[in-house]
């Protein structure tokens, strides 16, 4: 939201009232208070009126700063407020400089000017970020001259944080414009918009800097963000209202500002192995029944195309009555025995859900008469007509509404169903709305996802178990990591839409989300072949992949028997992956690095990483550029380094860009140098052994540098741990078992002159050398000694 008209003067009838100094009122262990007021106190009488803000600074947790500027304190908070888990022994260092205080938690600090209350935010001694005249204010946008007169609905607290020369903006949720979002205005209000428009189902009020910080703005109202466009050396965030919170996350990487936004916010949830497979879905619109999908699950394993889950959409409930959660009678008469028929062939089984209850529904008198709903404010249960008509909304403030609402999915369970596609959640009303808790309708509108998508996710750890809940859902706000997976909506089925969908991921991952997934092939309309198996081959480098689409079904022999093979090659290359991606998966559930990731996330000081977003890391040591034309020509950029094309092994020299044909059967996909990429010794399935045989590829070793990785079963406990480090015409391999001693090799790849080698046997091929250990101990450590010639 804009306030100014230029650099001088404000908007007619808009008034900032800015802390014109600060004096100290009270302090604890782990804050400290000043009184602000909006003008000089030169004298007694300056003390009579105001507007006067209070202005607190604690430290949440090290290495954070939390700041809140109130201009009324008294006002109620109905709620809802983000879950946050805050450090109870975290202290603020509070220093007396004279004319400014220090306040420090660990080296992230805020130098706060006595006499023009100006704010420094510092990394021990390099700044970050400032706020100074005029930038913390407060508001007035129907200003009469008199200040104190208080209207709600144009009063609202402003920040503006000072960016510097090249400084760059990410995140703010999944967003389908410009990745980097300088010169963008943000508003935080969750919309069904598709991928095409500036509308986001998916908003979160935080922010990363390539400077090395991040900010995230306390509420759930609808935050306005002016990024390097009202002023272009700033960003400024607003709020409606009396009250401003904001936190601010160290580095000095932006994977740590990452990892200690998700500490206060939530980590990411790890999902089960079993949720990285292929999905197939029956598509939306069109027409199914248990033959069509026997016909389509049949047809995936005659053309030996792994599939792991089987999604039924909208109508497998009978039209008009979403959601009912009764099985279509008509068209799937024995909905338990095909649930088992299917689960026999090895699938688990998901199926789509929203939280509005249409007046057709078997389940709106119910709801209605105990309360369920929410209401508008004359005591009637709140409908329209948009999506399904006469719908109500389930009301998750009510905690009975919930567990009725959980109940109806429960028997779905038991039927054999594993998961849910929790579908919408943004289209919530903030007029005349009443909720069961009192909760303010307007800051409902961005939580409601929180709530629904929690009350899903709960059930189902509760029924399957920890580490067994998986969602695929679509809307989401701050703390909505915490239930993935999270797929990209509606996108249409061309090269465009591709990119825009890659391009609101890389946003979302930028925002504290560790995995996500989009609608391989596109969802409305249908894609030609060729956008097909370039999507399937960048659906299937992923963190999870799913064939879905609108009107046409998204089986691969819909398109051309060689979108048949595309499919199967990438699904079988993502299965071997397994060991390599759930060890990136619980690595990203420990820190909130996403598991797909910006090229600017893993190379923050790479000048070009910082643009790039048509390309991305897959785990921490895998480059992929997926191909968006039809020409097969890519395009992309590699670091400094040795690289190695992960499919052909053809070496390739970073630094520079990259212009390449490829076919269908392939994708740029590179390892960086210095890594251990772990390989499976099945690509049939996604659940297997992952220490078991499992192959240890080493890839350009720096000299003197320690290349390292991990490999966990499916239960998520360390089995193996590997070193490699190369010293001169020596290479040492460390392997720990950590319980059985499982069979493995390593192979180093493009070592050819291997001399001799102890405690191993070696075999030198065309691109490198395999080693296979002469003995495995349980519990044991193996060390291989490699002399080169």
């Avoid at 009488?45 to 600074?57: R, Y």
């Avoid at 020369?165 to 205005?185: A, D, M, S």
């Avoid at 397994?578 to 598991?595: C, D, H, Q, S």
Wanted: net charge negative; hydrophobic share 35%.
């Amino acid at each position: 939201m804009k306030f100014s008209n230029g650099c001088w003067i404000q908007k007619e009838r808009t008034e900032c009232f800015s802390p014109a100094e600060i004096s100290e009122t009270r302090r604890t262990n782990n804050s400290i208070t000043f009184c602000a007021p909006t003008h000089k106190i030169n004298h007694r009488g300056d003390t009579l009126g105001g507007p006067n803000l209070t202005i607190k600074i604690s430290a949440p947790s090290k290495e954070v700063l939390r700041v809140q500027t109130f201009h009324y304190m008294g006002v109620v908070d109905h709620g809802p407020n983000f879950e946050l888990e805050m450090d109870e022994n975290a202290s603020l260092q509070i220093e007396d400089l004279g004319d400014a205080y220090k306040l420090s938690s660990g080296k992230l600090n805020l130098i706060i000017n006595k006499y023009n209350a100006q704010m420094q935010f510092n990394n021990d001694n390099y700044k970050l970020t400032t706020s100074k005249w005029r930038d913390l204010a407060y508001m007035k946008t129907d200003f009469k001259g008199l200040a104190y007169e208080t209207n709600n609905n144009d009063a609202y607290m402003r920040e503006q944080l000072s960016l510097s020369v090249g400084e760059l903006i990410y995140g703010l949720g999944e967003r389908f414009t410009p990745f980097i979002k300088n010169g963008q205005t943000v508003d935080i209000w969750n919309e069904d918009g598709g991928t095409s428009t500036e509308l986001s189902y998916k908003n979160i009020p935080f922010y990363l800097s390539n400077r090395g910080y991040g900010v995230f703005v306390n509420s759930p109202d609808k935050v306005s963000f002016e990024v390097s466009s009202e002023m272009v050396k700033k960003v400024g965030f607003s709020v409606p209202g009396e009250s401003l919170d904001y936190f601010i996350f160290n580095g000095p990487t932006m994977k740590e500002a990452i990892t200690r936004y998700t500490d206060l916010t939530g980590k990411p949830s790890l999902p089960a192995p079993w949720t990285f497979g292929l999905w197939l879905s029956t598509s939306f619109t069109t027409n199914y029944d248990e033959a069509t999908v026997t016909s389509f699950v049949d047809g995936m394993a005659d053309r030996d195309i792994p599939l792991s889950v089987f999604h039924f959409d909208c109508f497998w409930m009978k039209g008009f009555n979403w959601s009912d959660f009764k099985w279509d009678n008509e068209v799937f008469p024995d909905p338990a025995g095909m649930l088992k028929r299917l689960k026999e062939k090895g699938l688990r089984i998901c199926v789509w859900i929203n939280s509005y209850i249409a007046q057709e529904s078997i389940l709106f008198e119910e709801g209605m008469k105990h309360g369920y709903f929410v209401k508008r404010t004359n005591g009637d249960v709140w409908q329209w007509d948009m999506w399904q008509p006469g719908m109500a909304l389930v009301d998750f403030t009510n905690p009975a509404a919930c567990e009725w609402f959980a109940s109806k999915l429960e028997a779905l369970m038991d039927m054999g169903v594993d998961c849910f596609k929790t579908d919408f959640g943004e289209r919530i009303p903030t007029v005349d709305v009443v909720y069961h808790n009192g909760a303010d309708p307007v800051k409902m509108h961005n939580y409601y996802t929180y709530l629904y998508n929690k009350t899903v996710y709960d059930l189902l750890e509760r029924k399957r178990g920890k580490g067994e809940a998986v969602l695929f859902a679509r809307s989401a706000t701050v703390g909505g990591q915490k239930f993935p997976v999270h797929w990209g909506g509606d996108c249409w089925s061309d090269f465009e839409s591709m990119s825009e969908s890659l391009r609101g991921g890389l946003s979302l991952t930028m925002s504290g989300f560790g995995f996500w997934s989009h609608d391989i092939g596109g969802f409305e309309d249908t894609s030609t072949p060729d956008v097909y198996k370039r999507w399937v081959a960048f659906g299937l480098m992923s963190s999870h992949s799913r064939l879905h689409g609108s009107t046409s079904y998204r089986v691969p022999w819909a398109y051309d028997e060689e979108s048949v093979e595309v499919a199967r090659y990438f699904t079988k290359l993502k299965a071997s992956l397994m060991p390599y991606l759930y060890r990136n998966a619980i690595e990203t559930n420990k820190t909130g690095v996403p598991t797909m990731r910006s090229m600017v996330l893993e190379y923050q000081n790479d000048p070009t990483c910082q643009y790039l977003d048509k390309q991305y890391m897959f785990g921490d040591s895998l480059l992929v550029a997926p191909i968006f034309n039809d020409e097969g020509i890519a395009e992309y950029y590699i670091p400094e380094g040795n690289w190695t094309n992960f499919l052909t092994g053809e070496k390739v020299t970073g630094g520079r860009w990259i212009k390449e044909h490829h076919n269908y059967l392939s994708i740029p996909c590179l390892v960086k140098e210095n890594s251990i990429i772990t390989v499976g010794a099945v690509d049939n399935k996604p659940e297997y052994d992952y220490a078991s045989d499992v192959t240890l590829k080493v890839y350009e070793l720096k000299d003197g540098t320690l290349a390292k990785t991990d490999v966990y079963n499916m239960n998520a406990e360390l089995e193996l741990s590997a070193s490699v480090i190369k010293e001169g015409n020596k290479i040492t391999i460390t392997v720990q078992n950590f319980g059985e001693g499982k069979p493995y090799k390593v192979y180093l790849h493009g070592v050819k002159s291997v001399e001799t080698v102890d405690n191993a046997s070696f075999a030198v091929s065309e691109q490198g050398t395999d080693i296979i250990p002469s003995t495995i101990g349980n519990n044991s450590t193996t060390t291989i000694v490699c002399t080169l010639k």
